[in-house]
């Protein structure tokens, strides 16, 4: 298990609406571990406020931990952290008051781990994971929103006008349902405050020949090998795909004033070679 040093050498986070607006993504730089989470507040939990403390708070906890631990005892560590903070904040159903994934280079250890739908690349080598029950959510929504091609007007409102948030509210509510599910083939890893089953932690050894490793939300869904050829490339897709029913398949579209689909986050890791202090 070899370990490594590395430095940041390109750093990005922005809100729907831009840099400076309210995001639900953080990174994270430690000394011990570096990467990103991607939080997902529910509308029936806590509030913006509330929810935006729990991910500073996480990460806040993240950035100290040294992380020369298993990944999944850290994600249980986190796991109790959570439960506990929800706790503070009056919010007991941990379905669904909120919950973020996560994504993160280990130094120590030599690995990248993650939790979720967050993507990464060493080297130019794209790892993404979509859960089944966002890929069925998008292809549904894109179904809805596309059949009403000869109605714009409805299409737009659809889209991302004032039909968007409730043409998916339903199914997203059921999708509480399977986080953490270990059983069903719908289920998916988030960290929500209750246990992650194992199969949902994922670990990928980085070689010892690694240079570069970029980590970035779901905000990106294409990864190039610099932040300005990332965004080029996310600008390029938005304006074919405003409504992200195509080439940005998802469960949401750019709303009119927004800068984006979603919050996105990237970070950009320099491997300067083996360390010596392991």
């Not at 039909?163 to 199914?171: A, C, Q, T, V």
């Amino acid at each position: 298990m070899p370990a490594f040093d590395c430095k940041p050498v390109e750093m990005f986070s922005a809100g729907k609406g831009g840099v400076g607006h309210y995001s639900e993504d953080r990174v994270v730089l430690g000394e011990g571990i570096l990467g990103i989470i991607d939080g997902s507040r529910n509308s029936d939990g806590l509030t913006p406020p509330q929810f935006a403390k729990l991910l500073d708070q996480c990460a806040s906890w993240i950035a100290s931990h040294e992380a020369q631990e298993l990944a999944i005892d850290f994600f249980a560590e986190l796991t109790v952290l959570v439960s506990k903070l929800k706790a503070e904040l009056g919010a007991f159903d941990r379905r669904s008051s909120g919950a973020f994934v996560g994504c993160f280079f280990v130094p120590a250890r030599g690995e990248v781990w993650r939790v979720g739908d967050c993507v990464f690349a060493i080297d130019g080598k794209v790892e993404k994971h979509t859960s089944l029950v966002e890929f069925i959510s998008s292809n549904y929504r894109a179904c809805i929103v596309s059949s009403l091609e000869n109605k714009r007007q409805e299409m737009f409102d659809y889209a991302v006008g004032k039909h968007s948030d409730d043409l998916l509210e339903k199914f997203l509510q059921s999708q509480t349902h399977f986080m953490n599910h270990e059983i069903s083939r719908f289920g998916f890893g988030a960290v929500n405050g209750e246990h992650i089953p194992d199969k949902f932690v994922e670990v990928f050894p980085v070689p010892e020949s690694a240079k570069d490793i970029i980590i970035a939300s779901d905000g990106y869904s294409e990864l190039g090998a610099k932040l300005a050829e990332t965004e080029a490339i996310r600008q390029q897709q938005l304006a074919a795909d405003p409504f992200c029913i195509d080439t940005l398949m998802g469960p949401k579209g750019q709303k009119p004033g927004n800068e984006s689909f979603d919050d996105r986050s990237f970070l950009r890791l320099r491997i300067m070679g083996l360390s010596t202090d392991f």
